[in-house]
C-alpha cells in the first residue's frame, strides 16, 4: 500500500522561497506534486520517474520550481524559488504505481494515490 505525506508548507512573500517535502511508502513508478488554487481546477505542478530520469514541469514554474527526489529517505521534494501570488493554493504530492504518458501526467485521474495536502499562501 502506497502511502504519502507532505509537508513544508507556509506563507511567504512575494519573491521569497519554499520546500515541500513528500514521505513515499511503496513502490511507486512515477511521483509528482499537483496544485489547487480555490475555484480552481487541480493541476500539475511536475512530475518525476523512479529513477530521476524524467522530469517535467507546467510552463508557469519552470526556471523557478524543482523537483527531485532522495530514495534513500523515500522522500519527494519541490523546491520553489522565485513565489508568485498565483502560486498560491493547496500543495498534494500524488503517485502511481503504472507508468504513463506525458499527457497523461498531466491528468490528476491517472494518479490512484494522493497524500493529505500543504497550504501554500504567497502575499504580494
Same mark, same amino acid.
Given at each position: 500500500? @502506497?502511502? +504519502? @505525506?507532505?509537508?513544508?508548507?507556509?506563507?511567504?512573500?512575494?519573491?521569497?522561497? #519554499?520546500? +515541500?517535502?513528500?514521505?513515499?511508502?511503496?513502490?511507486?513508478?512515477?511521483?509528482?506534486?499537483?496544485?489547487?488554487?480555490?475555484?480552481?481546477?487541480?493541476?500539475?505542478?511536475? &512530475?518525476?520517474?523512479?529513477?530521476?530520469?524524467?522530469? *517535467?514541469?507546467?510552463?508557469? @514554474?519552470?526556471?523557478?520550481? &524543482?523537483?527531485?527526489?532522495?530514495?534513500?529517505?523515500?522522500? +519527494?521534494? #519541490?523546491?520553489?524559488?522565485?513565489?508568485?501570488?498565483?502560486? $498560491?493554493?493547496?500543495?498534494?504530492?500524488?503517485?502511481?504505481?503504472?507508468?504513463? $504518458?506525458?499527457?497523461?501526467? #498531466?491528468?490528476? *485521474?491517472?494518479?490512484?494515490?494522493?497524500?493529505?495536502? &500543504?497550504?501554500?499562501? @504567497?502575499?504580494?
Amino acid at each position: 500500500q @502506497v502511502q +504519502l @505525506v507532505e509537508s513544508g508548507g507556509g506563507s511567504v512573500q512575494a519573491g521569497g522561497s #519554499l520546500r +515541500l517535502s513528500c514521505t513515499v511508502s511503496g513502490y511507486t513508478v512515477i511521483r509528482a506534486w499537483f496544485r489547487q488554487a480555490p475555484g480552481k481546477q487541480r493541476e500539475v505542478v511536475a &512530475t518525476i520517474t523512479a529513477g530521476s530520469t524524467t522530469t *517535467t514541469y507546467r510552463d508557469s @514554474v519552470k526556471g523557478r520550481f &524543482t523537483i527531485s527526489q532522495d530514495n534513500a529517505k523515500n522522500t +519527494l521534494y #519541490l523546491q520553489m524559488n522565485s513565489l508568485k501570488p498565483e502560486d $498560491t493554493g493547496m500543495y498534494y504530492c500524488a503517485a502511481s504505481i503504472w507508468s504513463m $504518458t506525458d499527457s497523461q501526467a #498531466l491528468d490528476s *485521474t491517472y494518479f490512484r494515490y494522493w497524500g493529505q495536502g &500543504t497550504q501554500v499562501t @504567497v502575499s504580494s
